[in-house]
């Protein structure tokens, strides 16, 4: 048997709730987009749809969705530290919307570095083909982390360290896959010489 765990705080649990019912709630008010973002994993005809205007990445829907991804992260974060008793200068409720808008924050950073550089470079379109692979790696990762961060705050501390390693492996294979993707369909539209740069920026980020 498991040893009890350490990091089961009762709003933990309130928290998860709330992060269920959010995307749930998507789920049934916006059947179509969610479907369509699921399949959008697999499917290269989406990112050419997004670039052009009026994709959903422009819609209030997915600030919703991207809001909802950092305090999915957040929590994960959260458990993980808690689980190996890291101590900061905060704790609580209040480390846990400290570590999501920081997660937020820093993301929408990175995607505006991205468009920067895109600007430079005179590469606007394969930067906007590149943070659409961004956006629907956060979306992906949010359905995956979501059972993880309900399983990992109800289980026993003996079981942790799977759920970390886990969470690992999910952003490990998300990464690569969609950055092998975006290399694939930015090379095999543009010119390579200019795009050595370019990709090499979008190593970075990752």
Same mark, same amino acid.
């Given at each position: 048997?498991?040893?009890?765990?350490?990091?089961?705080?009762?709003?933990?649990? /309130?928290?998860?709730?709330?992060?269920?019912?959010?995307?749930?709630?998507?789920?049934? $008010?916006?059947?179509?987009? #969610?479907?369509?973002?699921?399949?959008?994993?697999?499917?290269?005809?989406?990112?050419?749809?997004?670039?052009? $205007?009026?994709?959903?990445?422009?819609?209030?829907?997915?600030?919703?969705?991207? @809001?909802?991804?950092?305090?999915?992260?957040?929590?994960?974060?959260?458990?993980?530290?808690? +689980?190996?008793?890291?101590?900061?200068?905060?704790?609580?409720?209040?480390? +846990?919307?400290?570590?999501?808008?920081?997660? #937020?924050?820093?993301?929408?950073?990175?995607?505006? @570095? /991205?468009?920067?550089?895109?600007?430079?470079?005179? @590469?606007?379109?394969?930067?906007?083909?590149?943070?659409?692979?961004?956006?629907?790696?956060?979306?992906?990762? $949010?359905?995956?982390?979501?059972?993880?961060?309900?399983?990992?705050? /109800?289980?026993?501390? $003996?079981?942790?360290?799977?759920?970390?390693?886990?969470?690992?492996?999910?952003?490990?294979?998300?990464?690569?896959?969609?950055?092998?993707?975006?290399?694939?369909?930015?090379?095999?539209? +543009?010119?390579?010489?200019?795009? +050595?740069?370019?990709?090499?920026?979008?190593?970075?980020? #990752?």
């Amino acid at each position: 048997a498991g040893k009890i765990k350490k990091h089961g705080e009762r709003w933990v649990l /309130l928290v998860i709730l709330c992060l269920v019912l959010g995307f749930s709630i998507l789920r049934i $008010a916006f059947r179509n987009d #969610i479907n369509m973002l699921i399949t959008a994993f697999f499917d290269p005809r989406f990112l050419a749809q997004q670039t052009s $205007a009026g994709g959903f990445f422009n819609s209030w829907p997915f600030i919703v969705l991207f @809001v909802l991804f950092g305090f999915t992260m957040g929590m994960y974060l959260y458990l993980v530290g808690s +689980y190996l008793q890291l101590s900061y200068a905060f704790s609580g409720v209040a480390w +846990y919307i400290i570590l999501s808008l920081l997660i #937020i924050g820093l993301l929408v950073l990175k995607v505006y @570095v /991205l468009r920067f550089f895109g600007y430079l470079l005179v @590469v606007q379109k394969a930067v906007g083909v590149y943070t659409s692979i961004l956006f629907l790696s956060y979306f992906h990762a $949010a359905l995956l982390f979501l059972p993880l961060i309900v399983a990992f705050s /109800l289980s026993a501390s $003996a079981y942790a360290v799977f759920y970390i390693y886990t969470g690992i492996a999910i952003v490990l294979f998300i990464t690569v896959f969609q950055a092998i993707r975006g290399a694939i369909h930015v090379l095999s539209h +543009y010119q390579f010489p200019k795009f +050595y740069l370019f990709i090499y920026f979008c190593a970075l980020e #990752i």
